[in-house]
């Protein structure tokens, strides 16, 4: 590679690293109303980045939640223009006894940074604005045209950003979409993410009487909320992971045959997988699926948590008046978020035992979506990550939900580039986050290489 670009990065790589640093002190965690001024002042600290580096507009977009930040340079004529996406606010960092290291305070340790929002986004968003950095310095221009969008609420649903997509704003007109939130499959492997499940996150509420009532007392005759949820839930599942609900599975679209023979030929292990990464017991899921069938292209529910009731230290003997659960499901293409909360109210409803008024709410959702291969941008990418990795790119899909590419593609027709870093056991949610410092390095070199690609 001898780009004038990659040769400043790689002159200002420390200096980069530090930057990320700064970045990951700052403890933005949307979800903690206590964190909202963190959140601002990341975001204050992307625009002061954007526009020392030569990117114009540089401003925040207020939202009803956390601030947007947003900067473009549109001066390559007859080029295409790349809407760049990232997020810079992180989840909490509980349980904090478990961190090896203080979760803001960055530390590097055996090729690793361990932060909170290491990988999970800040770094990956920092690997972008470095790739841009380097072009602009180096050149003075960019190859193409580019819009930069980041959120401060992608942790908790995105609904500012999902609100300023819907209302197709002239500053998102572009091309493709790149996001830099996804990960290699292997270390060392250059990897695409072509395919992402959507999801609903709900909450089921139960109600049984109208306050907390003695046990002793009432025991017998009051209707107890959680032995209610837990007979719901229970019936949400078969033994063997089946999910109950009618007609849940009408529109799962099973993965072309050539897409499932490539991924036979990854280098997976699945009992270093459940071993590993994993650290249970042994699998479960629908028998008949392969691991990656099953984590990549079938629906899921899952139970998150039971909010309510007595769980101090000692004994209670209460029954609760209102019990919760949190519960989500992961859909694949053909799927949608309304028509399948649809069927999981209708449900649950269904299905309550009596003595009990039960509500479920819809708290956020997103699109499942898989992105053509053969898509020029795709292939662009995959060549710049040839060049910068030495092996051949692979195409993969991913288990997890990115809400606002299904929103580029509905509401500004945008293809996305999914070009991540990040390492399967990074802990992104866990404590003890981590990015691979020479991921961190070869990411920037392979943004570099790709803008320049689809410029060419």
């Known amino acids: 590679m001898s780009s004038t670009a990659a ?8 200096r980069f690293l530090e930057e990320l640093k700064a970045l990951l002190r700052i403890p933005s965690i949307s979800t903690l109303p206590e964190h909202q001024a963190d959140c601002r002042k990341a975001a204050e600290w992307l625009v002061a980045r954007l526009q020392r580096m030569g990117m114009e507009h540089a401003r925040l977009v207020e939202t009803e939640g956390h601030p947007l930040v947003y900067a473009d340079w549109l001066h390559a004529a007859g080029k295409p223009t790349a809407l760049m996406y990232g997020h810079y606010d992180v989840q909490p960092a509980d349980p904090l006894e478990e961190w090896v290291s203080p979760p803001f305070e960055p530390e590097e340790r055996n090729g690793n940074i361990y932060a909170r929002g290491a990988v999970d986004d800040k770094g990956q968003v920092c690997a972008q604005l470095s790739a841009l950095e380097s072009l602009m310095a180096a050149t003075g ?12 609420e992608e942790e908790v649903g995105g609904e500012g ?10 500053e998102l007109k572009a091309d493709f979409a790149l996001v830099s939130d996804t990960e290699l499959f292997a270390p060392g492997l250059p990897t695409l993410c072509v395919g992402l499940r959507g999801m609903i996150y709900t909450e089921i509420d139960v109600r049984g009487a109208k306050n907390d009532l003695h046990s002793g007392q009432y025991g017998g005759a009051a209707p107890n909320p959680f032995v209610a949820l837990a007979q719901v ?14 007609h849940f599975y009408d529109d799962v679209e099973a993965p072309k045959e050539e897409e ?26 629908e028998p008949g699926y392969s691991v990656l069938e099953r984590t990549w292209a079938r629906p899921t529910l899952d139970v998150h948590g039971m909010p309510g009731g007595f769980t101090g230290a000692g004994a209670k003997t209460v029954i609760p008046a209102r019990a919760q659960a949190k519960v989500s499901m992961r859909l694949v293409p053909k799927m949608t978020p309304a028509k399948t909360f649809a069927q999981f109210k209708s449900y649950v409803l269904e299905i309550a035992p009596p003595g009990v008024d039960v509500e479920v709410r819809l708290i956020h959702s997103g699109d499942a979506c898989v992105v053509p291969v053969d898509n020029p941008y795709i292939q662009a990418a995959t060549r710049a990550l040839h060049e910068v990795w030495g092996k051949e790119t692979v195409f993969i899909r991913t288990g997890g939900s990115i809400p606002i ?4 593609a509905r509401h500004l027709g945008l293809p996305s580039v999914m070009m991540g870093f990040g390492l399967p056991d990074d802990n992104l949610h866990a404590p003890n986050e981590k990015f691979n410092l020479e991921n961190f390095r070869l990411g920037i070199q392979s943004l570099i290489r790709f803008l320049e690609e689809a410029g060419s």
């Open 7 to 14: 040769e400043y990065a790689r002159r200002n790589q420390s």
């Open 141 to 152: 221009a960019l190859p193409i045209n580019v819009r930069v969008l980041l959120e401060g």
């Open 161 to 170: 950003i999902a609100q300023f997509v819907a209302s197709k704003p002239a």
């Open 233 to 246: 839930i229970a019936r949400l599942k078969d033994e063997n992971g089946h999910i109950l609900i009618r």
């Open 260 to 285: 499932m023979a490539a991924w036979r030929t990854l280098p997976f292990d699945e009992e270093e997988y459940r071993k590993v990464e994993v650290g249970s017991p042994e699998l479960v899921g």
């Open 405 to 408: 590419v299904g929103d580029f």
